[in-house]
């Protein structure tokens, strides 16, 4: 079967760290594009990050310099590294599968929830 | 930064009806848009992308419309499973950005 799995999540302190990963199933993963999105409570979908299946990276500004996004092909996993959250960080982080080289997601996980509070 | 702006907020459709969902760009992202469909607790699923390309399983209910700034879903027929939110994504250049949604709900 075709699926993401999303997991790390959970309370966190502002200022504190997290790692999430995002298990890949059911194709090649080495051979695509990957990102995170996330969605606060109640709000709309902002993407995060993205990785290439060449290692191209980028970030969106608000989390450049405190995110990491990697992957393990071996692992077939793909990992945010969140460093000095914040508590306007709190979201559902979704792992999702770009299509076709074209920066549009074909395959989402069901997400991991981040909720960063004191 | 594209701004990618979605009206109406909220749309009250009855079942059968059709429903007309759009989507402007504060500047041009030619045909690189995309639609998806989130339902409550679920992830959102690929709707259409390249503006009017149905996504694979996609019912033909569903069509996009649009180049430029200005696009359109449209859902021809409601069914009861198509009350969710929509939002619409330009993969144009970066940053990748989000329509605010519209919700489409039962009158």
């Known amino acids: 079967e075709v699926q993401l799995v999303e997991s790390g999540g959970g309370l966190v302190q502002p200022g504190g760290s997290l790692r999430l990963s995002c298990a890949a199933s059911g194709f090649t993963f080495s051979t695509y594009d990957m990102s995170w999105v996330r969605q606060a409570p109640g709000k709309g979908l902002e993407w995060v990050s993205s990785i290439s299946y060449d290692g191209g990276i980028i970030y969106a500004d608000s989390v450049k310099d405190r995110f990491t996004i990697s992957r393990d092909i071996s692992k077939n996993t793909l990992y945010l590294q969140m460093n000095s959250l914040r508590a306007e960080d709190t979201a559902l982080y979704y792992c999702a599968k770009v299509l076709g080289g074209r920066w549009y997601f074909d395959l989402w996980g069901r997400g991991t929830l981040v909720t960063v509070s004191s | 930064e594209i701004v990618m702006t979605q009206s109406p907020a909220t749309l009250s459709v009855s079942p059968g009806e059709r429903a007309t969902l759009s989507c402007r760009a504060s500047?041009?992202?030619?045909?690189?848009l995309a639609w998806y469909q989130q339902k409550p607790g679920q992830a959102p699923r690929l709707l259409i992308y390249g503006a009017s390309t149905r996504a694979t399983g996609i019912p033909a209910r569903f069509s996009g419309n649009g180049s430029g700034t200005e696009f359109t879903l449209t859902i021809s027929s409601l069914q009861s499973e198509d009350f969710a939110v929509y939002y619409c994504q330009h993969y144009n250049n970066w940053p990748l950005t989000f329509g605010g949604g519209t919700k489409v709900e039962i009158k």
């Open positions: 500047q041009s992202v030619s045909s690189d």
